[in-house]
C-alpha cells in the first residue's frame, strides 16, 4: 500500500491528504502548529469545505489517515513527500519561499534515503531548483548522499469544490526530470489515471508556470467582463446578455464571466501580483496580467461609487452587508471584495450590519478600518447615539432591521430567494445594491425597492 505524508495541513494539504487517503493510501500529515494538529485529532477542521468533513471522519476513524508535529517521523513515514505550506505574498507582490525552503531543508535534515519530494504549493518559476539545491546543500553538511528527485504537481482546487476537484481534476500536471518520479506520481494518481484523466508530463519550470498562467488567465476573463459591465452600466446594455452571448462561443466559453464587485480569495489576487514579479525578474513585461490587477482594484473602488452615487452622504447610513467570503461554500475573507467596501463606508461614516453564513468567525478576527464592533442581539435603535461602526448579525433579517440599504456582496444561495417585501419592512430605506446580480430589477423594484446592479 502506498504511504505519503505530507508537510503543512492548511488548505491545499488538508484536502491532499484527505484526498489521497480516500484513494486507499497511507498518509501523514505534518505541521508545525501543535494547536492545529491537536485541533485536527479531536475531529476539529481549521477551514469549511463542503464534503471534507465526512472524508476526514471516515479515513482519520480508518486509521488511514494520521496527524503529527514530529518532521521525521513523516519524513521516515513515507518515500513520497508533499510539501505545501503557505507562500504569502511580500509586499513587491512576489511570493515568500521561507516555508517551502524550511520545509525542504527540514526532509534533508531527516532522510535517510532516496525520497520524491513533491512541490504541491504555488510557488515561482525557478522554485523546484532552489528546493533541490537547498537539499544538497544539507546533505552535503550532513556528508551523505541519498539520492532524491524533485516533482513540481500545482494544484487546481477551487475554494467550495476542492473535494470534487480533487477526485474529478480536469488534468493532473507533473512536472520532473526522473522517470522513477514520473513513474511513481503517475501510481499516486493511479486511480484518475484509469478514468482517462488528461495528465501533462513536462518540466518543472513549466509545471510551475502552468498554474499562474491558468489562475492568470481565469482572472483576466473576470476582470474583463467588470470592465464591460461598467460599460454596459454607461450606455444602458446588460452585461448579463452579453456575457451570456459570449458563453455561448465555444473559443470563450461561459465560466467566469459573471460581473461583479471583483476577485477575491487566496490565489487570484496573490498568482497575478507574483506573475508580474516574474516577468519583472526574467524582464518581460506582463501588461496584461498588470492591467488586470489595477483593475481588479479600481472594481473594488466603483462599488462604493455606485452606493454614493444612489444615496449621497453616507455619514449616520446604517447599510446592510450580506456576504462577507470572496465566494459562496467557503469561509474565506482573504482579499475579499466584501472587505474593501465595508472599509470604505465605515469611512465615509456609514454604520455597517453584516452577515455571512460561514464566514462570520473568521470576519471577527480581521481588523476593519477604525471601527467599534459588537454582535447584534439587542435594539439596535437604542444604540443610534453609540459610536458602534460594525455589526454582526445571526441573518439577513437582522441586517436588515433599521438599514436605509441591503448590499449584497457574495451569492450565497440562502440570498438568492430573500423574502424581500419583509426585508422591505424591517428597513429604514430601500436601496438594494446587487454586486452579484442575483436578482431581476423588476421583482426587486415591485416590492419598492431602488435597485442599482452591476452592468444592468
Not at 449584497?408 to 424581500?420: A, G, Y
Request: with cysteine; net charge negative.
Amino acid at each position: 500500500m502506498n504511504t505519503v505524508s505530507i508537510i503543512g495541513t492548511g488548505y491545499v494539504g488538508l484536502v491532499t491528504g484527505t484526498c489521497l487517503s480516500e484513494f486507499g493510501m497511507n498518509v501523514t500529515c505534518m505541521d508545525v502548529d501543535e494547536r492545529k494538529i491537536e485541533k485536527l485529532k479531536e475531529g476539529i477542521l481549521p477551514i469549511y469545505e463542503p464534503g471534507l468533513e465526512q472524508l476526514y471522519e471516515k479515513n482519520y476513524s480508518s486509521g488511514r489517515l494520521k496527524f503529527s508535529t514530529d518532521i521525521k517521523e513523516a519524513v521516515d513515514y513515507s518515500t513520497i513527500i508533499f510539501i505545501a505550506v503557505g507562500t504569502p505574498p511580500m509586499e513587491d507582490g512576489s511570493a515568500d519561499l521561507q516555508y517551502v525552503l524550511s520545509a525542504a531543508r527540514s526532509i534533508a535534515e531527516n532522510m535517510d534515503g532516496y525520497k520524491v519530494i513533491v512541490n504541491k504549493s504555488t510557488v515561482p518559476v525557478g522554485t523546484g531548483k532552489r528546493v533541490k539545491s537547498t537539499i544538497e546543500k544539507v546533505l552535503c553538511r550532513r556528508k551523505v548522499n541519498y539520492k532524491f528527485d524533485i516533482v513540481s504537481n500545482p494544484e487546481f482546487l477551487r475554494e467550495g469544490a476542492a473535494v470534487r476537484d480533487f477526485m474529478h481534476p480536469d488534468r493532473i500536471v507533473i512536472g520532473t526530470e526522473s522517470e522513477e518520479a514520473k513513474n511513481i506520481m503517475r501510481n499516486i494518481y493511479n486511480v484518475l489515471y484509469l478514468i482517462d484523466t488528461p495528465f501533462v508530463f513536462t518540466n518543472l519550470e513549466t509545471a510551475e508556470l502552468i498554474k499562474y498562467a491558468s489562475n492568470a488567465f481565469l482572472a483576466t476573463k473576470i476582470g474583463f467582463i467588470n470592465e464591460i459591465a461598467n460599460l454596459c452600466d454607461a450606455i444602458g446594455a446588460n452585461v448579463n446578455d452579453v456575457s451570456r452571448a459570449m458563453g455561448m462561443d465555444g473559443r470563450i466559453g461561459k465560466y467566469f464571466l459573471h460581473a461583479g464587485p471583483g476577485f477575491g480569495g487566496s490565489c487570484f489576487p496573490k498568482d497575478t501580483k507574483a506573475l508580474v514579479n516574474i516577468g519583472n525578474e526574467y524582464d518581460t513585461e506582463m501588461s496584461i496580467v498588470k492591467s488586470v490587477v489595477s483593475s481588479n482594484e479600481n472594481q473594488k473602488r466603483f462599488m462604493i461609487e455606485k452606493i454614493l452615487c444612489a444615496m449621497g452622504d453616507l455619514r449616520g447610513k446604517v447599510i446592510g452587508v450580506l456576504g462577507l467570503a470572496f465566494k459562496p461554500e467557503t469561509d474565506d475573507i482573504r482579499e475579499a471584495p466584501a472587505l474593501s467596501i465595508i472599509n470604505e463606508l465605515i469611512k465615509q461614516g456609514a454604520r455597517v450590519k453584516v452577515y455571512d453564513p460561514i464566514a462570520m468567525d473568521n470576519a471577527r478576527k480581521y481588523a476593519f478600518y477604525e471601527m467599534k464592533s459588537i454582535d447584534a442581539g439587542y435594539d439596535f435603535k437604542s444604540h443610534v447615539g453609540d459610536d458602534v461602526s460594525l455589526v454582526y448579525c445571526s441573518d439577513e433579517y437582522q441586517v436588515a432591521e433599521d438599514a436605509h440599504a441591503i448590499v449584497i456582496v457574495t451569492e450565497w444561495n440562502q440570498f438568492r430567494n430573500m423574502d424581500l417585501l419583509k426585508m422591505k419592512s424591517l428597513m429604514r430605506g430601500n436601496f438594494f445594491f446587487d454586486l452579484r446580480n442575483v436578482y431581476e430589477r423588476s421583482k426587486v423594484e415591485k416590492c419598492g425597492f431602488i435597485y442599482t446592479g452591476v452592468g444592468r
